[in-house]
């Protein structure tokens, strides 16, 4: 009904803010650990651009607002670039690896729940330019291994990626009585429990 989706609606808005404050972080960045792991094939702003105009319309910028939890979540983005740049890799290995773990069913799931075409409202979870998902994966994580991280940062990482699962769960706590919320949570506990985070 019109419910599940302006909850869905409101969910891809908070990513949208998200997407676009780790995104600019990411091209704004020097540091070279970031650089290595921001492939152009992983970014979800213009996806998020074509969900945006498809649930609000063509003045769809003028027709939102970031809540409560997406500020905070961006607020950390924006902190840590300025100041532990290198904590954004844990931005990206949460969010980015989710996604593509997860987008196909998510992606199916609300379309499905939805009434959606194929396509409409969840270009978010469509990586069209990654042919072969497990194998891109396989290549990020060799990267990720490759870089020169001191034993702290490494440690710092896993504790922002734990930071990063609370920001998504504050996020979907919001969409209340939402279906969308219970399938999240199901996909944040799985994809917690692949990265060997309990």
Known sequence: GIATQSAFANLV???????QAMETEFDNASDASVKDLDYTELRRVPSLEND???????DWKNAITPTLA??????????????QPELLIAHQYTRYLGDLFGGQMMGGMASKSLG?????GTS????????DTKSFIDTWYSNLNKLDLSAEQ???????ANLVFALN?????????????????????????KLGFQ
């Open 124 to 131: 978010f979870y469509r990586f069209d330019d990654i042919k």
């Open 154 to 160: 490494k440690e710092a990482i896993v504790v922002e």
């Open 70 to 83: 997406t500020k905070k979540y961006v607020s950390r983005i924006q902190d840590i670039a300025a100041t």
């Open 169 to 193: 769960i504050d996020i979907l706590e919001e969409l209340e009585g939402s279906p969308f919320k219970a399938m999240m949570m199901l996909a944040i506990n799985s994809l917690k429990e």
């Open 13 to 19: 808005t908070s990513l949208y803010f998200v997407y």
């Open 52 to 58: 945006m105009e498809f649930f609000y319309g063509p």
């Open 116 to 120: 959606l075409e194929p396509g409409q």
